[in-house]
């Protein structure tokens, strides 16, 4: 969407807080011995509070208010009683919701307990790309440009990226023009970022990948080729200055 009245600035806002407010929360609530419906569904509460209600599930059926992603899970991991958090997991958390019309998303990888597996190197250098991308980003400049800083970043620090999950535009539904903001510079791609533009900018940092295959439950999406990922996400309105981050709430990069 394209912001254009005050009302809007603020919807986008509510539901930002919503969806950031809860990822904190879960990241904060999340311990060893747990299991991931546990966390989920502490992360649905805050929602359900908030008036705010789960986007995968509201858009196509997805079994759980949130993803949680575990270790070797890339994205869209589902959140069931059998998968019980470990000390020193590699765990996403992807929190996006709708409320009053209003849709935002935001998402964030961290390390559970002591990082006894060093994923802690892949998430911070997500998080750092993440802040570098979002920093690069005004009106009139070109999502691949955007792609390529990111998985420029990535290889200076000897990964990769996920090319087949992207960012994507948000605001009155959970996608949203631009459809694809990519983790590398794609040359077909000729889009620009407009200006009070809302958008979802992601990273998918690998350590090995670079495609996401979805598994037999149909939801859960794991690396072709093994190793981790690390992902980080912002809600943003694009201006020609420095974007405005909705989602800032989250902490991600406390």
């Known amino acids: 969407m394209s912001i254009s009245s005050e009302a809007e600035l603020i919807g986008m806002q509510k539901a930002s807080d ?22 989920d569904d502490f992360g649905g509460a805050i929602l359900k509070k908030l008036g705010a209600n789960s986007a995968p599930a509201l858009s196509y059926g997805f079994p759980g208010w949130t993803c949680i992603s575990v270790n070797n899970e890339v994205a869209h991991g589902i959140p069931t009683a059998k998968k019980i958090l470990q000390d020193g997991d590699l765990i996403n958390v992807d929190v996006s919701a709708e409320l009053k019309g209003y849709w935002s998303d935001n998402g964030g990888s961290f390390v559970l307990g002591d990082d006894i597996y060093n994923h802690k190197h892949l998430v911070n250098t997500s998080k750092n790309i993440l802040y570098k991308a979002i920093s690069s980003i005004r009106g009139g400049v070109r999502v691949a440009d955007i792609g390529r800083l990111i998985e420029t970043e990535a290889k200076k620090t000897g990964y990769t990226v996920i090319k087949n999950l992207t960012g994507h535009g948000i605001g009155r539904s959970l996608h949203e023009e631009p459809h694809e903001i990519a983790n590398y510079p794609d040359r077909y791609n000729t889009t620009r970022f407009r200006k009070n533009s809302v958008v979802a900018i992601e990273t998918f940092i690998s350590t090995k990948s670079t495609i996401a295959e979805t598994q037999a439950d149909g939801w859960t999406l794991v690396g072709n080729k093994g190793g981790y990922v690390a992902q980080h996400e912002h809600t943003i309105m694009v201006t020609n200055a420095e974007p405005l981050i909705f989602t800032a709430a989250n902490g991600i990069w406390n």
């Open 18 to 39: 919503a969806v950031a407010i809860t990822l904190k929360e879960m990241r904060d609530y999340a311990r060893p011995g747990i299991t991931a419906k546990q966390l």
